[in-house]
Nanobody, 120 residues
């Protein structure tokens, strides 16, 4: 199973970005999908997650500014980020809790990370 993330970049404070992450490979089904981030010198933290049924969870620091969504048919998760602040600068990683096709084993897969920089 591979996760391919895209959409990071440089944006000014107050701006918006949309991250995408597509899972592919030997997938039977995907439970939760989500996004973590890690800023320099800080621990990795959960930004947002979404279940296969559409229930969402957000870090307090991004509530009201970020929106997570997924398209189950494409095994893809999105993170719409708005009102971005310099403190949102980090490498963003997508995750997918996946039942593998051959074993049905549940395993968390991570994407490769995409850099988001918020700066004027």
């Amino acid at each position: 199973v591979q996760l391919q993330a895209s959409g990071g970049g440089l944006v000014q404070p107050g701006g918006s970005l949309r991250l995408s992450c597509a899972a592919s490979g030997s997938i039977f089904s995907i439970n939760a999908m989500g996004w973590y981030r890690q800023a320099p010198g800080k621990q990795r933290e959960l930004v947002a997650s979404i279940t296969s049924g559409g229930s969402t969870n957000y870090a307090d620091s991004v509530k009201g500014r970020f929106t997570i969504a997924r398209l189950n048919a494409l095994n893809t998760v999105y993170l719409q980020m708005g009102s971005l602040k310099p403190e949102d600068t980090a490498v963003y990683y997508c995750i997918a809790d996946t039942h593998e096709l051959s074993t049905y084993q549940l395993k968390r897969y991570w994407g490769q990370g995409t850099q988001v920089t918020v700066s004027s």
